[in-house]
């Protein structure tokens, strides 16, 4: 069986080494030792000023949007090309996510729409560098800049990507990072919140710790984002591969593009922009059609073959949105296939997939 995606996992070995420790001091969880070395390592690897390690990649959306003390009925304008929780995220702390549609070839934000959805109540851009793929940065924080908005990058799929040499998540004045278990880099469940400004940062350390400051007293209302020792190891074993894991998936993506790419002119590619270096966290390809989309899909399953439809449906369509319908956005995610692609995924299976993958034309 092929999944479209398969777990990194360190060796146990080295997973265990950890563990023993932990053992030993008895410290479990609390901002332990494992925990301040992992943020300190992450820090270091994504050259960025604060890093928090939390829960999950939308507990860090959701302490990032509330970090910023929005008024009630705020307004963040977001994509609906992303997964679930970019949208569920805005929703869940109260405020109304508008959407802006995307553009076709990068399949991120398009800055061209986004002026005319900004109104008086607009607090917030939340675009997402849909994998890994980056938005356009520079349009995106000079409309913010002219409205005076704050930017959130929901930067699920970047760990490891970059543009203009930095990590793909030093911008904005917020970014998010997901450790989940089928991101580039797991710590099983985790994730981060990431800034650069000291007030944010401020902020986001009490809000992750129940509001506390000190034992006794509290800064202002927090929730429980604290992750812990046992997913801090996780996250240092993998962090010793994670140049190797890239550096592996390259190989299969270059596969792949020389398979699908140098002949044949039935599938497109979303377009990377200049600057920009891919982590190859997932391997997107658009179909003509939606038909074409199942066929090829019906064929590959019953080869046991189970790529995936990120993002299907778009977020435009979520049953809790009313009238927000996004052409572009919609037409992408009916057309669009994330093949497998993984650590050990063989170049004969990939040849597989390929040819399977023709013949269904
Ligand atoms: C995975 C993902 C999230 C949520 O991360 P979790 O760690 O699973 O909570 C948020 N946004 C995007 C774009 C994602 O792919």
């Given at each position: 069986m092929i999944p479209v995606t398969k777990t990194f996992l360190p060796p146990l070995s080295e997973y265990q080494k950890y563990l023993e420790k932990i053992w030993q001091s008895g410290w479990l969880t609390n901002n332990g030792q494992f925990v301040k070395r992992l943020e300190k390592k992450l820090k270091k690897y994504l050259g960025v000023k604060y890093i928090f390690f939390v829960t999950n990649g939308t507990i860090a959306l959701q302490i990032a949007i509330k970090s910023l003390g929005l008024p009630k009925n705020s307004e963040i304008i977001t994509t609906p090309f992303s997964y679930v929780a970019t949208t569920s995220s805005i929703i869940w702390e109260g405020y109304k996510p508008v959407f802006v549609d995307i553009d076709p070839d990068t399949l991120t934000l398009n800055p061209e729409f986004i002026e005319k959805a900004i109104t008086r109540k607009t607090k917030v851009i939340l675009p997402t560098h849909v994998f890994g793929f980056p938005c356009n940065i520079e349009k995106?924080?000079?409309?913010?800049?002219?409205?005076?908005?704050?930017?959130?990058?929901?930067?699920?799929?970047?760990?490891?990507?970059?543009?203009?040499?930095?990590?793909?998540?030093?911008?904005?004045?917020?970014?998010?990072?997901?450790?989940?278990?089928?991101?580039?880099?797991?710590?099983?469940?985790?994730?981060?919140?990431?800034?650069?400004?000291?007030?944010?940062?401020?902020?986001?350390?009490?809000?992750?710790?129940?509001?506390?400051?000190?034992?006794?007293?509290?800064?202002?209302?927090?929730?429980?984002?604290?992750?812990?020792?046992?997913?801090?190891?996780?996250?240092?074993?993998?962090?010793?591969?994670?140049?190797k894991n890239i550096e592996n998936r390259r190989k299969i993506c270059n596969h792949y593009n020389q398979l699908l790419f140098k002949n044949d002119q039935n599938l497109i590619k979303p377009k990377l922009l200049p600057g920009a270096e891919l982590n190859y966290s997932y391997y997107p390809v658009i179909f003509p059609s939606e038909i074409q989309l199942l066929k090829t899909l019906s064929k590959l399953n019953q080869s046991d073959i189970y790529p995936r439809r990120y993002f299907y449906p778009s977020l435009s369509n979520l049953p809790y949105i009313k009238d927000q319908k996004m052409p572009i956005s919609e037409n992408i995610a009916s057309r669009i296939l994330c093949l497998p692609l993984y650590y050990r995924l063989k170049k004969k299976e990939i040849n597989n997939i390929y040819s399977i993958i023709k013949q269904s034309f």
């Open positions: 995106i924080k000079k409309i913010a800049k002219k409205y005076n908005l704050k930017i959130i990058y929901d930067g699920a799929h970047t760990f490891g990507a970059k543009y203009k040499g930095k990590a793909l998540t030093s911008y904005g004045d917020i970014s998010i990072l997901s450790f989940h278990t089928t991101k580039i880099f797991h710590t099983v469940e985790g994730g981060a919140i990431i800034t650069n400004d000291k007030k944010i940062a401020d902020k986001i350390s009490f809000l992750r710790n129940f509001g506390h400051n000190g034992l006794y007293d509290y800064f202002g209302l927090g929730i429980n984002g604290k992750n812990s020792e046992l997913h801090a190891a996780m996250g240092l074993a993998n962090l010793k591969y994670i140049k």
